[in-house]
């Protein structure tokens, strides 16, 4: 099972821009589903990004235009570039990895978007 770790969060204002990595190891990772979730305060995890094995990539509606998922299969490690970022992209961002029924999260990494 793969083993997640994010990293890159913080604190940014409108308009600025982070990136959000995620580091795999345990596993090969390349065979796995791997997606970006956020969660707000009082809200459900969302879906924000995903990425294939195949390297097939998906956002949602809310972040299409500034998010960016990417990945470097030889640093095991999948990417979230967030540019012009809103005061409601503020969540704990999460990475995930699938493979068939085998589904592993990150422990989260605050984003905070204020002025």
């Known amino acids: 099972q793969v083993q997640l770790v994010e990293s890159g969060g913080g604190l940014a204002q409108p308009g600025g821009s982070l990136r959000l990595s995620c580091a795999a190891s345990g596993t090969d990772f390349t065979i796995y589903f791997m997606g970006w979730y956020r969660q707000a305060p009082g809200k459900q995890r969302e879906l924000v990004a995903s990425v294939t094995s195949d390297g097939t990539t998906k956002s949602a509606d809310s972040v299409k235009g500034r998010f960016t998922i990417s990945k470097d299969n030889a640093k095991n490690t999948v990417y979230l570039q967030m540019n012009s970022l809103k005061p409601e992209d503020t969540a704990v961002y999460y990475c995930?990895?699938?493979?068939?029924?085998?589904?592993?999260w990150g422990q989260g990494t605050q984003v905070t978007v204020s002025s």
């Open positions: 995930n990895g699938r493979y068939g029924l085998i589904s592993s």
